[in-house]
């Protein structure tokens, strides 16, 4: 199980290679090895990385596979349209003791962790607002909410009293994932997945059977427990989206639609060039992420000693370039 201190120098690293070039990554004395159409392009000690999106075709050796898995890496493949379709987690399997406190939650116990996941994530919207200098949103009392519907509910007019202040300006209409109506959306579809990847790997490297939540309730292939330790991380992503816009990083010619769903136009530099600046972000804040994740491990494992603590959110940490 990686430490502290092992999360501090590690990074999240996306590569994306170009078009029609052949990309290779092998292991090379303890580093990956990137090469692009037989050409050396860079090398990275495995011990400097934590995750790593693929995005793209490559090839890839078995042997770097076993040693990024050693070291701990996460490795998680990507369509051109930022879809997962395979992943290779560092996980640790063995953990049945968490894993049994986790099946064992009563309904009424996961009801008092949804609510103070709601309540953090509200928080942690209403910082990103202030950050931002526009008006707070009205803290509703999730506390004296007697069931997850209700709880949804709640949370949804929140959100969306939330996204419609944030963005303001930038001619919000509302969130659909996936519809990608304007590209407000097809930006946080991006983020979302590699916050939600990354929250995954996170919860794998403890132990946690990432497919058991609380809030959101078990669904064939879902990865709930991912779903619900992400929604208090959430503002990182829509910051990001803020921060771009305000840098003129956002342009609108990046942006094209296509049968009434909005694209990425420039092909490969573009599709890059955002994600970069998310991994870029979520990397400034994978060590607060890391603690708040082994804080609920020690709060599952220990109730008694631990309380579910909120993930603390600085974003001034947020980057002002890609």
């Avoid at 042997?63 to 990507?78: A, D, P, R, T, Y």
């Avoid at 136009?265 to 994740?293: D, R």
Wanted: positive net charge; contains cysteine.
């Amino acid at each position: 199980m990686l430490s502290r201190p092992d999360i501090q120098h590690r990074k999240l690293l996306l590569l994306m290679p170009k078009e029609h070039l052949d990309t290779a990554l092998r292991l090379e004395i303890g580093t990956l090895l990137y090469k692009i159409d037989d050409k050396r392009i860079d090398k990275i000690p495995l011990s400097n990385l934590l995750v790593l999106f693929l995005c793209g075709k490559f090839m890839i050796s078995s042997q770097l596979l076993m040693e990024l898995s050693k070291h701990g890496v996460s490795v998680f493949f990507l369509k051109n349209n930022f879809e997962l379709y395979a992943a290779l987690p560092a996980e640790t399997k063995a953990n049945y003791l968490l894993r049994q406190k986790q099946y064992l939650l009563t309904e009424n116990q996961e009801l008092v962790l949804a609510k103070q996941l709601i309540d953090y994530k509200i928080t942690n919207q209403n910082l990103a607002l202030e950050y931002f200098n526009k008006n707070q949103i009205k803290h509703p009392a999730v506390k004296t909410v007697e069931n997850t519907q209700s709880l949804l509910g709640l949370e949804g007019n929140a959100s969306a009293l939330y996204f419609s202040t944030l963005f303001e300006k930038m001619d919000w209409y509302k969130r659909l994932p996936q519809a990608k109506p304007d590209e407000i959306n097809l930006l946080m579809d991006i983020g979302y997945t590699m916050l939600f990847n990354l929250t995954d790997a996170l919860l794998s490297l403890f132990g946690f059977d990432t497919y058991k939540g609380f809030y959101h309730k078990l669904f064939f292939a879902r990865k709930s427990l991912a779903c619900d330790l992400m929604e208090p991380a959430r503002p990182i992503i829509d910051a990001a989206i803020i921060m771009m816009y305000r840098r003129n990083i956002l342009q609108k010619q990046d942006f094209e639609i296509k049968n009434r769903s909005y694209q990425f136009a420039g092909g490969y530099k573009t599709h890059l060039k955002y994600a970069s600046f998310f991994a870029k972000t979520l990397t400034s804040y994978k060590e607060e992420l890391f603690l708040y994740i082994q804080q609920y491990y020690f709060t599952t494992s220990l109730p008694n000693k631990y309380s579910f603590e909120n993930l603390t959110l600085d974003f001034k940490k947020l980057p002002q370039s890609i």
